[in-house]
T-cell receptor
Framework: DSGVTQTPKHLITATGQRVTLRCSPR?????VYWYQQSLDQGLQFLIH???????AKGNILERFSAQQFPDLHSELNLSSLELGDSALYFC?????????????FGPGTRLTVT | TQLLEQSPQFLSIQEGENLTVYCNSS?????LQWYRQEPGEGPVLLVT?????EVKKLKRLTFQFGDARKDSSLHITAAQPGDTGLYLC??????????FGTGTSLTVIP
């Protein structure tokens, strides 16, 4: 158990819908990272927040957005969902602001868009 | 084109054999990390290598960072079925954007 929690574990929804994925970092960690993992693209970095502020953006679509709240939990919002958005979504947390520091991953949310 | 290319992509070996997984890039990294991921679970950090030429050992696993800090390797001695999983290298060459490698899926057959 990494100490990072993600909810829900599974999510099934239809195209065009909007969903919110939630992540609680390890106690004491200020950084939260979001990743998308699909069979054809591998593990792709989406976005990084540190202590409530956005630090880096990766391959995140405009239909996707994220935020980190004062209690340090984070939410990833996915809207106008398409079939291709079906994937595993992981969040990770780290104590530092540098992404090269050790990251601890949650168990993931499996999103299925039908 | 991926920033971090791993080879081989798939590896199936018998228990007790040795193997090496490679992670290569044209970019220089301040550090590289190796993770292992099991199906349906998040990656778990194995090691971080920081200095060019550095060698780190974790039981039967040996990690090496290239002298130019553009590549790394993972060598497993006497592989066990419990070593089965997806091995990923990862790092941030510039700024704060983090990249994972293409992955090596290892299967160790009892």
């Amino acid at each position: 158990d990494s100490g990072v929690t993600q909810t829900p574990k599974h999510l099934i929804t239809a195209t065009g819908q909007r969903v919110t994925l939630r992540c609680s970092p390890r106690s004491g960690d200020l950084s939260v990272y979001w990743y998308q993992q699909s069979l054809d693209q591998g593990l792709q970095f989406l976005i990084h927040y540190y202590n409530g502020e956005e630090r880096a953006k990766g391959n995140i679509l405009e239909r996707f957005s994220a935020q980190q709240f004062p209690d340090l939990h984070s939410e990833l919002n996915l809207s106008s969902l398409e079939l291709g958005d079906s994937a595993l979504y992981f969040c990770a947390s780290s104590v530092a602001s540098l992404s090269s520091y050790e990251q601890y991953f949650g168990p993931g949310t499996r999103l299925t868009v039908t | 084109t991926q920033l971090l290319e791993q080879s081989p992509q798939f590896l199936s070996i018998q228990e007790g054999e040795n193997l090496t997984v490679y992670c290569n890039s044209s970019s220089v990294f301040s550090s590289l990390q190796w993770y292992r991921q099991e199906p349906g679970e998040g990656p778990v950090l194995l090691v971080t290598v920081v200095t060019g030429g550095e060698v780190k050992k974790l039981k039967r696993l040996t990690f090496q960072f290239g002298d130019a800090r553009k590549d790394s390797s993972l060598h497993i001695t006497a592989a066990q079925p419990g070593d089965t999983g997806l091995y990923l290298c990862a790092g941030a060459p510039t700024g704060n954007q983090f990249y994972f490698g293409t992955g090596t899926s290892l299967t160790v057959i009892p």
